[in-house]
């Protein structure tokens, strides 16, 4: 097989690392800025170089389409991933729980860093599936761009869970996921106060379905 770049190196890891933890490939634009850049031109690149060189395959037009080939997966079992490391993972009511519970997370899986994990645990109605109840989020203290989901205090229950955030003539508003009645217009100081942080990715499929287990029985393979 035809040898690969550190920078392409990089890329198959991530794609096969996306692959294992949450049983889907990344996007063009996921790859991209796992890569460092916006510009899914630059995530393509990456990808087309690693089907002409054998270690991947995808279909043409299909979203998450990436495939692994035998020699991209032994590559990717010989090199491994980076080390883990231990982030907090929060509940829904963070002060209820004295416990400090840390999730491992490889180190290169994500291409922003994450300070922090949320279990969520409210059905939360995403029509797209994006995310769907009890999956594991992981946020990034820093604040969302209009129109991105980010974990937030609720204003009324003082628990976190998620809401979308948009701003409009310098004012801001949270507005619940499939509940346009369920909205808080409030200023930018109210904004920080209450934001925890944006989602940067997730696991799924690391919890059993709800039976009062602890998130802290399964570990990811």
Same mark, same amino acid.
């Given at each position: 097989?035809?040898?690969?770049?550190?920078?392409?190196?990089?890329?198959?890891?991530?794609?096969?690392?996306?692959?294992?933890?949450?049983? %889907? *490939?990344?996007? +063009?634009?996921? =790859?991209?800025?796992?890569?460092? @850049? $916006?510009?899914?031109?630059?995530?393509?690149?990456?990808?087309?170089?690693?089907?002409?060189?054998?270690?991947?395959?995808?279909?043409?037009?299909?979203?998450?389409?990436?495939?692994?080939?035998?020699?991209?997966?032994?590559?990717?079992?010989?090199?491994?991933?980076?080390?883990?490391?231990?982030?907090?993972?929060?509940?829904?009511?963070?002060?209820?729980?004295?416990?400090?519970?840390?999730?491992?997370?490889?180190?290169?899986?994500?291409?922003?860093?994450?300070?922090?994990?949320?279990?969520?645990?409210?059905?939360?109605?995403?029509?797209?599936?994006?995310? %769907? *109840?009890?999956? +594991?989020?992981? =946020?990034?203290?820093?604040?969302? @761009? $209009?129109?991105?989901?980010?974990?937030?205090?609720?204003?009324?229950?003082?628990?976190?869970?998620l809401y979308t955030v948009s701003k409009r003539h310098g004012q801001f508003a949270l507005s619940a996921p499939g509940n346009s009645e369920r909205?808080?217009?409030?200023?930018?100081?109210?904004?920080?106060?209450?934001?925890?942080?944006?989602?940067?990715?997730?696991?799924?499929?690391?919890?059993?379905?709800?039976?009062g287990n602890s998130p802290n029985e399964r570990q990811p393979q």
């Open positions: 097989m035809r040898p690969l770049t550190e920078k392409q190196r990089e890329a198959l890891t991530f794609i096969a690392t996306t692959i294992r933890l949450t049983q %889907r *490939p990344p996007t +063009i634009i996921e =790859v991209s800025r796992h890569m460092g @850049s $916006d510009n899914s031109r630059r995530g393509l690149g990456h990808i087309e170089a690693l089907e002409k060189k054998g270690y991947l395959v995808r279909e043409p037009g299909q979203a998450r389409s990436i495939r692994l080939t035998p020699a991209g997966l032994s590559l990717f079992e010989k090199t491994g991933s980076s080390p883990p490391r231990e982030i907090p993972l929060l509940s829904a009511r963070p002060s209820a729980d004295p416990s400090h519970r840390t999730i491992p997370v490889p180190g290169d899986f994500f291409g922003e860093r994450p300070d922090f994990a949320f279990h969520l645990e409210a059905d939360l109605p995403f029509p797209d599936g994006q995310i %769907r *109840p009890h999956d +594991i989020l992981f =946020v990034q203290e820093t604040p969302p @761009s $209009d129109g991105e989901i980010a974990v937030v205090e609720d204003p009324v229950s003082g628990i976190l869970t909205r808080y217009d409030l200023g930018k100081k109210e904004l920080t106060r209450l934001v925890r942080g944006r989602i940067v990715g997730l696991f799924r499929s690391l919890l059993s379905p709800p039976s």
